[in-house]
């Protein structure tokens, strides 16, 4: 019997935290970020109980019959996500957030950076940001247009 051809597949794992954040940037004025960003610059923050989905792909292994062990994604994820943003104020808490407007693109960025250094090379497939049912950020690493 011939040896298979290697299967490819996606595996995605979701965790959730809650976050407080104020969209508010340095560059424009206190009038300009109260235009731009509305109730979401109030100068006390607002929170929300954010779902990212964390998509890795790969070739199923024909022994394990896994793309990636799900404890070892699991422990990824926690230290990537749940470790810095879980319960945390994003624009104090979290250095990245001093110089960077903490957007859910944003946080899906930082998210996709954190777990870029801690998974297999060329696994991490996609991450997915659900601010509210209404407001998900999709991102897959593309840094430039």
Not at 20 to 32: G, N
Not at 33 to 45: A, V
Not at 113 to 128: A, C, D, H, Q
């Given at each position: ?37 509305g109730?979401c ?14 998509t ?71 991450v ?18």
């Amino acid at each position: 019997m011939a040896p298979s051809a290697a299967r490819l597949a996606r595996l995605s794992r979701t965790v959730s935290f809650s976050a407080c954040h104020r969209l508010h940037s340095k560059s424009l004025s206190d009038e300009e970020n109260l235009k731009l960003f509305g109730k979401c610059n109030n100068p006390n923050g607002h929170g929300h109980n954010y779902k990212v989905i964390v998509t890795v792909r790969g070739e199923i292994d024909p022994v394990s019959g896994m793309v990636i062990n799900l404890t070892e994604l699991k422990d990824y994820m926690q230290e990537a996500i749940m470790e810095p943003l879980d319960h945390k104020n994003l624009d104090k808490d979290v250095p990245y957030f001093a110089e960077v407007v903490s957007t859910t693109e944003n946080v899906a960025v930082f998210i996709w950076e954190n777990l870029k250094k801690l998974l297999p090379m060329g696994t991490l497939y996609k991450v997915k940001v659900y601010e509210t049912d209404q407001n998900i950020v999709v991102y897959k690493g593309e840094e430039t247009i």
